[in-house]
């Protein structure tokens, strides 16, 4: 389970007279429970990665705080990330490396010996459809490809709680529906707590459990896509979406 309460972080930008205060999270509320996908919506801008690095102990809260399985993140960063797995929108794979490579450097930095490592990486490449990409340089691989892999880095040492980044970013139909079908199996056969940030309705729709809607920062609404069509009045969820992010959260 992760709990997010209160969340904040700003950013300064530039120096002195010049400089000029963003507050890119402004008071972030989240429960997402096991065996459950929670999707983070909002609008480009609205605070949704800021929000997932601080989850990922990538940036310390300037006030709030996100617990992992009871663990603040910011007290204990490597008892929660032992607990999660994280797949940024950067894919960040070494070109040089194969999959199999990448895959099994990431175990051996989780603690897996070389034998658990690689049992691991072989069950992953059933379960992900990455048997013919294993021994290939990732150099090369296609936006599918790479989030596969990406993905079975991020799950090596089978967390507990997932976190994902706009993952259906630059994927083809065929790659988003098979990412869909695994998270759906990661939540149904292995109970994971899922977290996933877009700004895309139809993922919304046909994918998570609940809905967290952000606007300028703050959570402005969440609920299921029915409970939040029926709480605007919509029959159609992007028109909830507007409603809730942009006619009810100016700033």
Known sequence: MIRIEGLQRRFVHGRGRRARVVQAVAGVDLVAADGCITGLLGSNGAGKTTTLRMVAALLVPDAGRVVVDGIDVARQPAAALARLGVLS????????LTARENIVYYARLHGLDAAAAQARTESLADMLDLRTLLDRRTEGFSQGERMKTALARALVHDPPNIILDEPTNGLDVMATRA??????????EQGKCIVFSTHVMQEVERLCDQVVVMAHGRTVAAGGVAELCARTGSADFEQAFVALAFDAAAP
């Open 89 to 96: 929108d950067a894919r960040g794979l070494y070109p040089r």
């Open 179 to 188: 990412l869909r079908d695994t998270l759906r199996r990661l939540r149904d």
